[in-house]
C-alpha cells in the first residue's frame, strides 16, 4: 500500500487542500445550531434579522469551501489514478511471458481498469469525507459540552458505541470485497473467452452451453455481493437506532434541564440539531468505509500487481558491440543452443530436453514436428521471450542473457504464430518494425511479403485504416503484413512461426523464394507444420 502513496506525492497540496477546506465548511456547520439557539431565545428583534443574515453569509462562505474542496479532491484522485494506470500498464509491459502467462490477461484488466477506478473514488470520497465526518461528529459533542454538561454525556454514550459497530462491520466486510474482486475477475474472464471465440461456440452451437456457464459464474458473483451488501447494510439501520436511542435519551435530559430553569429552549433545539448533524455524518460515514472497504480491497490487488519483480533482468548495454556481431573475428555462429532445457510453471513434463543445435550466419533452420512438441517454444527462446531452464542459448557466441532489450529487440524479426494488427493505418502498423523507415522501405517488405497487390487494392493504399485486431482483413492478408512489419526491420535474425498457415501453396513458396534471396547475412528461422514450406 506504501508504494501508491508514491504516485500521490505530486499532488499533496490538493491533498492537503482538500480535507482543509471541508474541515472549515464543517466548522460552520457546527456554528449553526448556536446560531439558530439565539435566534430562539432572542424571540424577535434585531438580533433576528442579524442571526439570519450571519446564516446567509456562512451558507456563502461554506459553499465556497465545498466546491474548492471538490475541485482539489477530483485534482489529486483524477491524477493519482492517472499516474497509477500508466505505471501498472509500464510494469506489466516490463514483466516476462511466464509471468503474463501465470496471472492471466483478465486478471490484469481488471487491475487496470476496475479496480483502478474504484481506488479512484475512495480516493475522492476519502479527502473529502473521512475527516469532515468524524470531524463533525466529535465536534457536535464538545459543542454539546459547551451548552449542558449533563445533557452532553448522552453523546459521550452514543458516539463510541456508533464507532465500534462501524468499525466492526468494515472489519468483516473488506476481505470480503477482496473476495468479490476475485469473483468479477473469473466473470471478466468467462466474457473475454466467449467473446473472442464468438465464431467457434456458433459454428459447434454452444451458444447454450456458453449462456450457461455464464450464468453460473454471473450468479456465484451476485451471490457473493448479496452476502457483503447485506452485511453492510446493517451499518444505517444500526445507526439509525442508536442515534434515535440517543435523542430520545436527550430530549429527556433536556426536558428536565428546562423545567428547572437551567438553560433555555433554544439551547434545547440546539442540541436537538447536534444530535441530527450526527445522524446525517454517520450515515455518510456509512456509505463513505463501504466504499472504502472496496477501494482498499482493490488498491491491494493492485498493489500486488506492482510488486511482482520481474524474473528477467537485462543488461543495460551490450557486452558485443553492435559493429562486431557477425563480422570477423568473431567466428561463432549466429546461434547456438547448447544443451538447451525448458519447462513451462506449472507444466508435469519439460518441453524440451537437451536440445543443441547451431545455425550458422545466413543459414536458414527449418523445425517441423507436431502439434505440441515444443517448435514455438524453442524459437521463442531466441528472442528471450522466455529463459531456459537448463543449459545455455548464444548469440554469436555471446550468451543471450548478456544482451540488451534493445539490442535484441532491434537483431530479431518476430512473426509470431498468432497474426495481430492494432487499430490504425497499414503505415502506422509497418512502421512498428523500424520508425524511420521510407515509403520505399515500406513498399520493398510489402513486395518479398507477397502483400504488395492487397495494399494496392485498398482503398488510400498505405494510408488504408485497419479495424481492431486487423478484423477488416482476412487471415491470409493479416499474416503478410505481420510478415511485412518484421521484414522493414531488416533484422539479422528472422523468425517465422507458422506464419504462413493461412496461405495458399503457391503464395507460400513465393514467400519463401522472396525470404531465401534476403542475403545480407540473415539467419532465418521457418516454424511449420508443411514439409513443402522447409524442404528447401
Known amino acids: 500500500m506504501r508504494a501508491l502513496a508514491a504516485y500521490l506525492r505530486p499532488y499533496r497540496k490538493e491533498s492537503i487542500l482538500a480535507p482543509l477546506f471541508k474541515l472549515l465548511?464543517?466548522?460552520?456547520?457546527?456554528?449553526?445550531?448556536?446560531?439558530?439557539?439565539?435566534?430562539?431565545?432572542?424571540?424577535?428583534?434585531?438580533?433576528?434579522?442579524?442571526?439570519?443574515?450571519?446564516?446567509?453569509?456562512?451558507?456563502?462562505?461554506?459553499?465556497?469551501?465545498?466546491?474548492?474542496?471538490?475541485?482539489?479532491?477530483?485534482?489529486?484522485?483524477?491524477?493519482?489514478?492517472?499516474?497509477?494506470?500508466?505505471?501498472?500498464?509500464?510494469?506489466?509491459?516490463?514483466?516476462?511471458y511466464t509471468e503474463l502467462d501465470r496471472l492471466g490477461s483478465d486478471t490484469l484488466i481488471t487491475r487496470l481498469s476496475d479496480d483502478i477506478n474504484q481506488v479512484q473514488n475512495g480516493l475522492n470520497l476519502g479527502l473529502r469525507l473521512l475527516l469532515r465526518s468524524p470531524f463533525i461528529v466529535l465536534g457536535a459533542m464538545v459543542m454539546a459540552f459547551t451548552i449542558d454538561f449533563r445533557s452532553a454525556?448522552?453523546?459521550?454514550?452514543?458516539?463510541?458505541v456508533l464507532f465500534a459497530v462501524v468499525f466492526g462491520i468494515m472489519l468483516i466486510s473488506i476481505p470480503l470485497f477482496g473476495k468479490v474482486q476475485a469473483g468479477l475477475d473469473r466473470v471478466t474472464a468467462e466474457t473475454r473467452e466467449n467473446l473472442t471465440g464468438v465464431r467457434v461456440i456458433r459454428a459447434f452451437c454452444r451458444e447454450e452451453q456458453s449462456v450457461s456457464d455464464f450464468e453460473a459464474s454471473n450468479r456465484a458473483l451476485t451471490k457473493l455481493n448479496l452476502f457483503v451488501g447485506r452485511i453492510s447494510a446493517l451499518m444505517n439501520?444500526?445507526?439509525?437506532?442508536?442515534?434515535?436511542?440517543?435523542?430520545?435519551?436527550?430530549?429527556?435530559?433536556?426536558a428536565g434541564q428546562v423545567d428547572l430553569g437551567v438553560f433555555q429552549q433554544g439551547e434545547v433545539v440546539a442540541l436537538y440539531n447536534y444530535m441530527?448533524?450526527?445522524?446525517?455524518?454517520?450515515?455518510?460515514?456509512?456509505?463513505?468505509?463501504?466504499?472504502?472497504?472496496?477501494?482498499?480491497?482493490?488498491?491491494?490487488?493492485?498493489?500486488?500487481?506492482?510488486?511482482?519483480?520481474?524474473?528477467?533482468?537485462?543488461?543495460?548495454?551490450?557486452?558485443?558491440?553492435?559493429?562486431?556481431?557477425?563480422?570477423?573475428?568473431?567466428?561463432?555462429?549466429?546461434?547456438?543452443?547448447?544443451?538447451?532445457?525448458?519447462?513451462?510453471?506449472?507444466?508435469?513434463?519439460?518441453?524440451?530436453?537437451?536440445?543443441?543445435?547451431?545455425?550458422?550466419?545466413?543459414?536458414?533452420?527449418?523445425?517441423?514436428?507436431g502439434t505440441g512438441s515444443g517448435k514455438s517454444t524453442l524459437v521463442h527462446l531466441i528472442p528471450r521471450f522466455y529463459d531456459s531452464t537448463g543449459g545455455e542459448v548464444l548469440l554469436h557466441g555471446q550468451p543471450i542473457?548478456?544482451?540488451?532489450?534493445?539490442?535484441?529487440?532491434?537483431?530479431?524479426?518476430?512473426?509470431?504464430?498468432?497474426?495481430?494488427?492494432?487499430?490504425?493505418?497499414?503505415?502506422?502498423?509497418?512502421?512498428?518494425?523500424?520508425?524511420?523507415?521510407?515509403?520505399?522501405?515500406?513498399?520493398?517488405?510489402?513486395?518479398?511479403?507477397?502483400?504488395?497487390?492487397?495494399?494496392?487494392?485498398?482503398?488510400?493504399?498505405?494510408?488504408?485504416?485497419?479495424?481492431?485486431?486487423?478484423?477488416?482483413l482476412s487471415g491470409g492478408q493479416k499474416q503478410r503484413l505481420t510478415i511485412a512489419r518484421a521484414l522493414v526491420k531488416k533484422p539479422e535474425i528472422l523468425i517465422l512461426d507458422d506464419s504462413s498457415s493461412a496461405l495458399d501453396f503457391a503464395t507460400d513458396a513465393a514467400l519463401r523464394s522472396a525470404i531465401h534471396g534476403l542475403g545480407g547475412g540473415v539467419t532465418t528461422f521457418l516454424v511449420s507444420q508443411r514439409i513443402a514450406c522447409i524442404r528447401q
Not at 60 to 75: D, E, I, N, P, W
Open 153 to 160: 454525556l448522552v453523546f459521550a454514550v452514543t458516539i463510541p
Open 237 to 254: 439501520p444500526l445507526t439509525y437506532v442508536l442515534i434515535n436511542l440517543g435523542a430520545v435519551a436527550l430530549i429527556r435530559v433536556a
Open 401 to 472: 542473457r548478456s544482451f540488451s532489450k534493445e539490442e535484441l529487440c532491434r537483431n530479431i524479426g518476430v512473426v509470431p504464430q498468432k497474426a495481430v494488427l492494432f487499430k490504425g493505418s497499414i503505415r502506422e502498423n509497418l512502421l512498428w518494425g523500424n520508425q524511420d523507415a521510407t515509403d520505399e522501405d515500406l513498399w520493398q517488405a510489402l513486395a518479398m511479403a507477397q502483400a504488395k497487390e492487397v495494399v494496392e487494392g485498398k482503398e488510400g493504399r498505405l494510408d488504408f485504416l485497419l479495424e481492431q485486431n486487423g478484423r477488416n
Open 276 to 369: 441530527l448533524q450526527i445522524i446525517v455524518e454517520l450515515i455518510k460515514l456509512a456509505s463513505l468505509i463501504i466504499t472504502l472497504n472496496k477501494s482498499l480491497a482493490c488498491a491491494k490487488r493492485t498493489s500486488a500487481i506492482l510488486g511482482i519483480q520481474p524474473d528477467m533482468e537485462y543488461p543495460s548495454a551490450s557486452v558485443l558491440p553492435q559493429a562486431e556481431i557477425g563480422k570477423a573475428p568473431w567466428k561463432a555462429p549466429a546461434v547456438e543452443f547448447r544443451n538447451v532445457s525448458f519447462t513451462y510453471e506449472g507444466a508435469g513434463a519439460p518441453s524440451l530436453s537437451s536440445v543443441s543445435f547451431s545455425a550458422e550466419e545466413g543459414q536458414t533452420v527449418g523445425i517441423i514436428g
Open 25 to 96: 465548511e464543517a466548522l460552520f456547520d457546527l456554528l449553526v445550531p448556536l446560531v439558530v439557539a439565539r435566534m430562539i431565545n432572542a424571540g424577535g428583534g434585531r438580533t433576528v434579522y442579524l442571526c439570519f443574515a450571519g446564516l446567509i453569509a456562512m451558507a456563502a462562505v461554506g459553499l465556497g469551501c465545498s466546491v474548492l474542496a471538490q475541485y482539489f479532491a477530483a485534482k489529486a484522485s483524477v491524477g493519482f489514478s492517472g499516474a497509477l494506470r500508466q505505471a501498472l500498464f509500464d510494469h506489466i509491459q516490463s514483466l516476462s
